[in-house]
């Protein structure tokens, strides 16, 4: 009985959490989109699209996991790729972004010049990724419990590693040389969405530890809010602003 | 009528109504705004009217001269009928060296002299920077002494300065420099993020009090009066 209940109020509680998590990321890709708008030169304007799309993409992944992984990993793999994809696509315009706010130009990693090469080394481990998964899917069939470890991990470890490898490097580099307090403070805060991502990585997967995980999606989703919010200086109007 | 003859169209009509005109001649004018906010269109607007009125324009940049067209490409500004002397990082006439100020007022003052009998435009984007690498006091004479320079001839400066990067204090000092200065903001109206553009000083205007929508369009930059 008291299981009973225990489990009841576990669900629920990982129910209002997951909501206020999706809640949460659909808020932050609102703002990033809202500045975007707002924007006028490209660059920047990527930006705030990458910071909307990661957002996005978080909710999307949520939906599959719980809806759709159970049933077809070759989905999850898709889609995987795409919300990589646009992580990758926010982090080389964080760069590029970094390069103009550097008083001396500096061109981090040499990006500018490597960038669509490791496109290029992306899409393809994007579908390499894919192909394995789907080959090995037709063999054993679309279960994701069916899957030998090793595929699932290569059917998304692939890209993951081009953009964890990039990431890692440039970013770092390009808060430091940058002068740029609101690209500086985006990137402290997506440095503590990747902090809650990894951290979600060793939690079980069991339903006892479900609020644990939605905590921490709802921990990520806020980083990403604040990351969208860090986008450009917002100042509010007053009624010193008003036409008189 | 003797007034309206000393100021020089914006390039931009709608910006032009607002501050009567345009910019007066012989004066030196400040874009002031957050990265993205598009505070470089002004300039490339100025620098394209200023060519198709055959003046002397200078751009003086801290990129490329290939970087700079082709963000104004994206503003719909096309040199390629006319193009400005480019001082550089490369591409241009002469190479700007940011961390040489002698070497940028001798080229400036240079091409002065060779183009005296001319209307002189100058747009530089590269206050920030220079304000980055060096203390402020010393870009603060650096541009006293150019202005004074400059203002010899017939000509107009315009900069832009990115708010955020530098400390209040120093954007007031600069502020303080410049004939005019143009404001470009973000604004959160409730749920909304508006860019809202103020004309905080021009010499020979009188006081404009109030906020302006502004945005960028396939016609160039519409400006409207701001009402919550």
């Given at each position: 009985m008291s299981s009973d209940i225990l489990s009841l109020v576990l669900t629920v509680l990982s129910l209002i959490i997951v909501l206020v998590a999706e809640g949460t990321y659909s808020y932050a890709a609102y703002w990033a989109f809202n500045i975007r708008r707002a924007l006028a030169v490209r660059i920047y304007r990527n930006q705030a699209l990458g910071v909307g799309l990661v957002s996005l993409g978080f909710i999307l992944i949520f939906f599959d996991y719980v809806l759709v992984s159970s049933f077809n990993i070759v989905i999850f793999v898709v889609i995987q790729a795409l919300v990589t994809a646009m992580f990758f696509f926010f982090i080389d315009s964080a760069v590029l972004d970094g390069r103009m706010s550097d008083p001396l130009l500096r061109d981090t990693i040499h990006w500018r010049r490597i960038r669509l090469w490791v496109w290029a080394i992306f899409v393809a481990a994007s579908v390499a990724s894919i192909c394995i998964v789907v080959y090995y899917a037709g063999l054993i069939g679309r279960n994701l419990s069916l899957l030998p470890f090793w595929v699932s991990f290569i059917g998304s470890a692939l890209e993951v590693v081009v953009v964890v490898i990039v990431g890692i490097i440039a970013l770092p580099m390009t808060a430091v040389r940058s002068r740029d307090p609101y690209l500086r403070k985006q990137l402290a805060w997506l440095a503590g969405f990747v902090v809650f991502l990894a951290a979600g990585g060793p939690v079980p997967t069991s339903p006892t530890y479900a609020p644990v995980v939605f905590a921490l999606q709802f921990a990520m989703a806020f980083c990403l809010y604040k990351s969208a919010r860090s986008l450009a200086p917002l100042n509010k109007i007053s009624k010193e602003t008003e036409l008189k | 009528?003797?007034?309206?003859?000393?100021?020089?169209?914006?390039?931009?009509?709608?910006?032009?109504?607002?501050?009567?005109?345009?910019?007066?001649?012989?004066?030196?004018?400040?874009?002031?705004?957050?990265?993205?906010?598009?505070?470089?269109?002004?300039?490339?607007?100025?620098?394209?009217?200023?060519?198709?009125?055959?003046?002397?324009?200078?751009?003086?940049?801290?990129?490329?001269?290939?970087?700079?067209?082709?963000?104004?490409?994206?503003?719909?500004?096309?040199?390629?009928?006319?193009?400005?002397?480019?001082?550089?990082?490369?591409?241009?006439?002469?190479?700007?060296?940011?961390?040489?100020?002698?070497?940028?007022?001798?080229?400036?003052?240079?091409?002065?002299?060779?183009?005296?009998?001319?209307?002189?435009?100058?747009?530089?984007?590269?206050?920030?920077?220079?304000?980055?690498?060096?203390?402020?006091?010393?870009?603060?004479?650096?541009?006293?002494?150019?202005?004074?320079?400059?203002?010899?001839?017939?000509?107009?400066?315009?900069?832009?300065?990115?708010?955020?990067?530098?400390?209040?204090?120093?954007?007031?000092?600069?502020?303080?420099?410049?004939?005019?200065?143009?404001?470009?903001?973000?604004?959160e109206e409730g749920l909304k993020v508006i860019p809202l553009l103020r004309i905080r000083k021009m010499r020979g205007t009188p006081p404009l009090p109030g906020y302006f929508n502004f945005s960028f369009t396939k016609n160039g930059m519409e400006v409207s009066a701001y009402v919550k």
């Amino acid at each position: 009985m008291s299981s009973d209940i225990l489990s009841l109020v576990l669900t629920v509680l990982s129910l209002i959490i997951v909501l206020v998590a999706e809640g949460t990321y659909s808020y932050a890709a609102y703002w990033a989109f809202n500045i975007r708008r707002a924007l006028a030169v490209r660059i920047y304007r990527n930006q705030a699209l990458g910071v909307g799309l990661v957002s996005l993409g978080f909710i999307l992944i949520f939906f599959d996991y719980v809806l759709v992984s159970s049933f077809n990993i070759v989905i999850f793999v898709v889609i995987q790729a795409l919300v990589t994809a646009m992580f990758f696509f926010f982090i080389d315009s964080a760069v590029l972004d970094g390069r103009m706010s550097d008083p001396l130009l500096r061109d981090t990693i040499h990006w500018r010049r490597i960038r669509l090469w490791v496109w290029a080394i992306f899409v393809a481990a994007s579908v390499a990724s894919i192909c394995i998964v789907v080959y090995y899917a037709g063999l054993i069939g679309r279960n994701l419990s069916l899957l030998p470890f090793w595929v699932s991990f290569i059917g998304s470890a692939l890209e993951v590693v081009v953009v964890v490898i990039v990431g890692i490097i440039a970013l770092p580099m390009t808060a430091v040389r940058s002068r740029d307090p609101y690209l500086r403070k985006q990137l402290a805060w997506l440095a503590g969405f990747v902090v809650f991502l990894a951290a979600g990585g060793p939690v079980p997967t069991s339903p006892t530890y479900a609020p644990v995980v939605f905590a921490l999606q709802f921990a990520m989703a806020f980083c990403l809010y604040k990351s969208a919010r860090s986008l450009a200086p917002l100042n509010k109007i007053s009624k010193e602003t008003e036409l008189k | 009528m003797r007034l309206l003859s000393l100021l020089v169209s914006t390039g931009q009509p709608s910006l032009d109504s607002i501050l009567t005109d345009g910019y007066p001649e012989r004066s030196s004018i400040l874009i002031v705004g957050p990265p993205g906010i598009g505070k470089e269109a002004l300039g490339y607007w100025f620098t394209l009217s200023a060519l198709a009125r055959n003046d002397f324009c200078i751009y003086a940049t801290r990129l490329s001269a290939s970087e700079v067209l082709q963000d104004a490409r994206a503003f719909d500004v096309n040199f390629s009928h006319k193009v400005p002397f480019w001082f550089a990082n490369s591409g241009g006439q002469i190479k700007f060296e940011i961390n040489d100020l002698a070497k940028i007022s001798y080229n400036i003052k240079e091409v002065l002299k060779k183009n005296s009998d001319r209307k002189i435009r100058i747009v530089t984007d590269v206050l920030s920077s220079l304000l980055m690498l060096n203390q402020p006091e010393t870009i603060y004479k650096f541009m006293s002494q150019l202005f004074e320079e400059v203002k010899q001839y017939d000509s107009i400066v315009l900069a832009t300065l990115e708010e955020g990067m530098h400390s209040p204090n120093v954007i007031a000092a600069m502020q303080q420099l410049f004939d005019g200065v143009i404001e470009l903001k973000l604004y959160e109206e409730g749920l909304k993020v508006i860019p809202l553009l103020r004309i905080r000083k021009m010499r020979g205007t009188p006081p404009l009090p109030g906020y302006f929508n502004f945005s960028f369009t396939k016609n160039g930059m519409e400006v409207s009066a701001y009402v919550k």
